[in-house]
């Protein structure tokens, strides 16, 4: 596959850890929680903030990933954010719970994408919109810099999405594991290759696909929905 050589090696780095919960730290009162808790704890909290938080979470992801607007808003743990943290502890018993901001944004993101994909709609209509993550960038301080792994996910999946938004939506729609994700990457494997740079072979899991997709379809489909 093909990608821009100026995102060439922040690229293969992120494809070696993406696993969403890999910054996740906490511990259970008796012992270490164990990855499979750290994914779970994550999901739970952040599908009761998609839910029960939305201005929350959509003003955290309006943030520019990796800078202080967003540490500060996860550090916080204000209003619905912290509601939800103190109801998932409670629900799983004693647990301290810490989120960093990449695996928080990336679980945020996988939930906040998810009413806009059950929807019925031409997703080419939102190819016109200006990039979410050019906008973030125009308008950072000059003394601010963003998570630049991060962003190459975010430029990787928007171009994956302009190449065939219906294919990226349904690809998005299948459970993971089954057999429609299978024919559905299948279909939406052509619009991978554009966005990879010349002369470079990447083994990319499923689970760094959905990451690199989730966000930036968000983008484009909240600003096409508030369009409509």
């Not at 850890?17 to 704890?41: C, F, K, P, V, Y």
């Not at 990933?65 to 943290?85: H, I, K, S």
């Not at 999405?161 to 349904?170: M, S």
């Amino acid at each position: 596959m093909k990608m821009r050589q100026s995102l060439l090696t922040a690229f293969a780095l992120i494809l070696a850890t993406s696993s969403a919960s890999a910054q996740w730290t906490g511990t259970r009162l008796g012992g270490n929680i164990r990855h499979a808790d750290a994914e779970e704890l994550m999901q739970i909290t952040t599908s009761c903030i998609a839910k029960r938080g939305p201005a929350y979470a959509r003003k955290f992801l309006e943030t520019v990933p990796g800078t202080e607007a967003e540490f500060l808003l996860l550090r916080r743990n204000e209003g619905d954010l912290g509601l939800c943290m103190d109801n998932t502890q409670k629900a799983v018993g004693s647990v301290e719970m810490t989120f960093t901001p990449q695996p928080f944004r990336r679980a945020l993101a996988r939930e906040m994408v998810k009413p806009y994909l059950s929807r019925d709609f031409d997703p080419s209509a939102a190819i016109s919109q200006e990039p979410f993550y050019l906008m973030s960038l125009q308008a950072l301080p000059e003394n601010e810099k963003a998570d630049a792994y991060s962003m190459v996910f975010m430029e990787f999946g928007d171009c994956v999405f302009l190449q065939d938004p219906k294919a990226t939506v349904d690809y998005l729609r299948t459970e993971p594991g089954s057999g429609e994700e299978a024919e559905a990457i299948g279909v939406l494997m052509p619009s991978l290759s554009p966005c990879v740079a010349a002369g470079q072979d990447l083994e990319l899991s499923h689970e760094a696909l959905r990451i690199a997709l989730n966000e930036p379809v968000y983008h484009r489909l909240r600003r096409l929905d508030s369009e409509s």
